[in-house]
C-alpha cells in the first residue's frame, strides 16, 4: 500500500481535493486494514473525480484493479443528488452503517471484542502505539459500550469490564495496560536483538 499512498499524495496534492471533515486536521486520506482499503474525502464531485484518476493510475501501474462488485461507498449527512453524481463517478453502490443505535448492550461488547479490538491488537503487535493514541483508543470503546457517549448506557466500571471472566468481567482488554506490555515486549525484542521487529 505505500504505492498506493504515493500515488494518491501526488494526485491529491495536484488535483483538486478536500479532506474529509474529521480528517483535515491530521490529514487522514485512507486506511488500510489487511486488503482493505478505505478512501476518506468530502463529497464533491472534483475530490472524487481526484481519487478515480489517482485510482486508475494506481491500477495501470500495479496491475491491480478494485472489484467494484465488492466495493462500497459510505456517506454522511449527503444529499441524493451529490450521492448519484459520485456513483456516475466511481460506478461503486453505496453501503449501510450497521445500525448501531439497535445494537444490545451484549452486541455492542460483542462487536468491540471482535473488530476494535482485534484490530488495536494486530496494530500493537507491529508497532508501539503512542499513550496519548492508546488512552483515546480506550474512550472511544468505552463510550460505545456505554452507550450515547456514556450517557444512559449500563452502569458498570470499565476496569470491572476489563477483568477476566473468572473475577466477574467480560474479559475486554484494557489498552492502556496492554500497550505497556507490548511495549516491554518490544524493548525485550530489541535487547534480544530479535530479527522480527
Known amino acids: 500500500m505505500a504505492i498506493f499512498e504515493s500515488v494518491f499524495t501526488t494526485f491529491r496534492k495536484n488535483r483538486p481535493y478536500i479532506f474529509h471533515t474529521f480528517c483535515e486536521e491530521d490529514e487522514i486520506t485512507h486506511l488500510c486494514f489487511a486488503d482493505d482499503l478505505f478512501i476518506l474525502a468530502h463529497a464533491d464531485v472534483d475530490s472524487i473525480k481526484t481519487i478515480r484518476v489517482a485510482l486508475i ?17 459510505f456517506y454522511g449527512r449527503v444529499k441524493e443528488e451529490m450521492k448519484a453524481n459520485i456513483y456516475n463517478i466511481m460506478g461503486i ?20 471484542k471482535s473488530m476494535v ?14 499513550k496519548k493514541v492508546v488512552k483515546k483508543l480506550d474512550a472511544l470503546m468505552r ?9 444512559g448506557g449500563k452502569k458498570v466500571k470499565w476496569t470491572v469490564l476489563c477483568k477476566p471472566k473468572e473475577e466477574g468481567g467480560i474479559g475486554l482488554k484494557n489498552y492502556v495496560e496492554w500497550n505497556k506490555v507490548l511495549t ?14
Not at 143 to 151: D, E, L, P, Q, Y
Not at 184 to 197: D, W
Open 117 to 130: 479490538m482485534g484490530i488495536i491488537s494486530y496494530w500493537s503487535q507491529l508497532l508501539v502505539l503512542p
Open 143 to 151: 463510550n460505545f459500550i456505554k452507550g450515547s457517549n456514556g450517557r
Open 184 to 197: 516491554c515486549k518490544h524493548l525485550l525484542a530489541i535487547e534480544s536483538k530479535q530479527e522480527s521487529l
Open 93 to 112: 453502490a453505496e453501503g449501510n452503517f450497521p445500525a448501531i443505535k439497535k445494537l444490545t448492550y451484549t452486541g455492542r461488547i460483542e462487536l468491540v
Open 57 to 73: 493510475f494506481f491500477s495501470e501501474v500495479t496491475d491491480s484493479t478494485i472489484n467494484e462488485n465488492k466495493s462500497l461507498e
